[in-house]
């Protein structure tokens, strides 16, 4: 690792780094101006209805408005029966049970704390995003109602109030999607990668004719690189499709931002391209096109040919690269069925179940609830230990939070602060100094209002690493300015308000990056070291006689595995924010760790498909004989991901045989197995050798490059 550290270019001065971050992730790009747009047009009718009909708690609404926004447009209109659900279910959960516990202090306070608790683990296990939002905020905002000393009748009325508040946010930012975007299903999945494979395509074109550049195609990629994937495989990850079709569609995700970065670095070259290079970079280019070609039209992309000539141009190395990563493209639906089935599937399938699949067994989502309900408690406490219920957005800042904490490096609480003090001190509260005051209207607000959200929301639709920024600057400006339906030109509630907000980022950041913290770096490493034992698991699955047990085994490890390496991605932005001495180390490692990803991602997806050889589904059936040497080969594979896992973590590992022996063994049976005097395989028994072909030299090459 040391090695690769010192090849690692000097760092430039921080106010370049930082101009040129921002540079980056401000940049328009295809799709941006549009969402902005929807974003301020919700928010700004959410307000203006509010405050014309004297509606309280706008800020929920306008902030519902922003958040759902951001999500896919199928996913935000099919999600109204969701919405209207458990906002019924939210009010009904603390209008019956403060029934019960509003004249015992002891039970109240109890109530409070496992109404927390609850909170925080829907926030982090509910498959469905959208019911993670709803309950977090109606505790949010509705627990802190019932500790004033005002009648209950009040507290009644002022629950309702926010309910109905919730329902105007999320129906017209529904409205907004249903009127301004109409895509048909799967396009919030597809057209993202379709963009950016015609990006590539248009590059490869451009080499393959040995021109200079075209500085917009090459800017183009460079900003796609910049944006990553991440926001697309967090739209997967919230979408109802079924686990298969996701886990596929992250594969690919994570195969074409791979082939943007390598597109990316590729505009950095300038030499002459020999015409065999030239050959190849048409082909590649023509192959890019087929399978986004493929993608758009609902098909699985079929086996890719690439020019096998080589020779020594400097370029090689990374061409190379180029056409092994889109050679794995269609790789990764191997075995499936068409894209358009999932799509219809999904549509026939109704809702599915609220919680992840293991979400019961998964210790982590417990951990989190609880490191959550030990914030919003400590804030609670505070607040009333102190009498000051103003703060009392310090516990509605932990729930909110806690919303994008989420696979979030502790660099996160710098966008907090920023965006808290940004909202709050500089916009809200300049604003309630310099602007409101000679305000007479609410033409003038709208327009101080839309001024503020679009530049929140331009922040919001950058990369994970900045986004952040933009969700809180509109937060702490909402809750200032939209808890009751005037202008708010008072700064006493102004600080009340700010004030909690600060208490509870700073509460959140003691307890979720001290008290139980880790650098992003240290995180990245520790859940690629976890994937590659689960992968040397799931590579022995089954392990139970009960095949029903066995499947559901496999299905959590299999949703573990896949959330594990968006975690991987996630922390990988996180470490840009990380300085200090061990920085460049860490940079390095990130950068070799982004380069073994989607190799370990084919790894698992190849594994997901073999697995129905492994468990005997009907259509998969294998003679006794090659189950036998199938299993010793799985376990040869599973030997050599726990020793490359070992190595990673410091620890000593046993050398394993060769899996190219491993291999040929099992051919060998598969062979002996095959009817006829020609022992021909079948080509069930060929699909069969062609996969466990492709995991060992997969494994090979995770090994090597280790």
Not at 194 to 208: F, K, N, P, Q, T
Not at 257 to 274: E, H, I
Not at 291 to 313: K, T
Not at 368 to 388: D, E, H, P, Q, R
């Amino acid at each position: 690792m040391a090695t690769v550290a010192q090849n690692l270019p000097q760092l430039s001065n921080p106010r370049t780094w930082l101009r040129d971050f921002l540079n980056e992730e401000l940049a328009p790009y295809p799709g941006r101006a549009a969402r902005v747009g929807r974003m301020i047009l919700a928010a700004t009718l959410v307000m203006i209805v509010c405050m014309t009909f004297q509606i309280p708690f706008a800020f929920q609404g306008a902030v519902y408005a922003l958040m759902i926004s951001r999500e896919s447009s199928r996913a935000t209109l099919q999600s109204a029966r969701t919405i209207l659900l458990f906002t019924g279910i939210g009010s009904a959960y603390l209008l019956v049970f403060v029934r019960l516990v509003i004249n015992s202090p002891l039970l109240h306070f109890l109530w409070i704390i496992g109404s927390f608790f609850l909170a925080f683990y829907v926030i982090s296990a509910a498959k469905n995003y959208m019911v993670a939002v709803i309950f977090a905020t109606m505790m949010a905002v509705g627990l802190p109602l019932w500790d004033r000393y005002v009648p209950a009748e009040t507290s009644v009325e002022d629950t309702l109030w926010l309910c109905l508040a919730t329902l105007i946010g999320v129906g017209i930012t529904a409205l907004v999607e249903l009127v301004f975007v109409r895509l048909p299903p799967g396009d919030e999945i597809v057209s993202p990668i379709a963009a950016r494979l015609a990006a590539v395509e248009d590059l490869l074109i451009g080499c393959a004719e040995n021109r200079t550049l075209d500085s917009s195609v090459a800017q183009k990629v460079i900003r796609l690189q910049m944006l990553g994937t991440s926001l697309l495989r967090v739209t997967l990850r919230r979408s109802d499709y079924s686990a298969q079709y996701a886990i596929e569609m992250g594969g690919v995700a994570a195969l074409v931002g791979r082939l943007v970065d390598l597109a990316a670095t590729l505009t950095q070259f300038s030499s002459k391209l020999s015409e065999c290079d030239q050959k190849r970079f048409r082909n590649l280019a023509s192959t890019v096109a087929t399978i986004r070609e493929d993608l758009v039209s609902r098909r699985n992309p079929g086996p890719v040919r690439l020019y096998s000539h080589r020779d020594s141009a400097n370029v090689v190395p990374l061409l190379d690269e180029m056409e092994h990563t889109v050679a794995l493209i269609p790789q990764a639906f191997a075995d499936s069925r068409s894209i358009q089935e999932y799509f219809v599937a999904a549509d026939e399938a109704g809702p599915r179940g609220l919680l992840a699949q293991g979400a019961l067994h998964d210790p982590e989502h417990i951990q989190f609830a609880l490191k959550g309900t030990l914030a919003a408690s400590l804030c609670y406490v505070i607040y009333n230990a102190i009498a000051w219920p103003g703060i009392s957005t310090a516990v509605t800042t932990c729930l909110l939070t806690a919303l994008t904490t989420i696979g979030a490096s502790r660099q996160k609480q710098v966008l907090r602060i920023a965006g808290a003090m940004v909202g709050g001190f500089v916009i809200g509260m300049g604003s309630q100094i310099f602007i409101l005051p000679y305000l007479d209207s609410i033409t003038g607000f709208v327009v101080l209002f839309i001024a503020v959200t679009a530049l929140a929301s331009w922040f919001m639709t950058s990369s994970p690493r900045l986004s952040y920024f933009g969700f809180q600057v509109a937060l702490a400006y909402y809750l200032i300015n939209l808890s009751e339906f005037k202008m708010q030109i008072s700064l006493e509630v102004a600080r009340n308000r700010v004030v909690g907000i600060l208490l509870g980022l700073f509460i959140m950041w003691l307890v979720f990056d001290q008290l139980w913290g880790a650098p992003a770096a240290v995180g990245m490493r520790r859940s690629f070291i976890s994937n590659l034992r689960l992968l040397a698991q799931l590579a022995r699955e089954p392990l139970s006689q009960d095949r029903k047990a066995a499947i559901a085994r496999s299905l959590v490890l299999r949703e573990t595995i896949n959330a594990n390496l968006d975690k991987v991605r996630a922390l990988a932005d996180g470490v840009l924010f990380e300085f200090g001495p061990s920085r460049e180390q860490d940079l390095a490692l990130r950068d070799r760790i982004r380069q073994w990803q989607p190799n370990l991602r084919m790894l698992f997806i190849t594994r997901i498909v073999l697995w129905k050889y492994r468990i005997g589904l009907p259509g998969f059936e294998l003679p006794e004989a090659v189950q036998s040497a199938q299993q010793e080969f799985d376990n040869r594979v599973a030997m050599e991901l726990e020793g490359l896992a070992d190595r990673m973590d410091g620890k000593a590992s046993t050398q394993t045989e060769g899996l190219a022996t491993a291999y040929s063994q099992l051919e060998a049976a598969a062979l002996k197995a095959s009817p006829g005097p020609q022992a021909q395989p079948t080509p069930q028994m060929q699909s069969f050798l062609a996969l466990s072909r492709r995991i060992a030299d997969s494994t090979d090459s995770l090994e090597k490059e280790l």
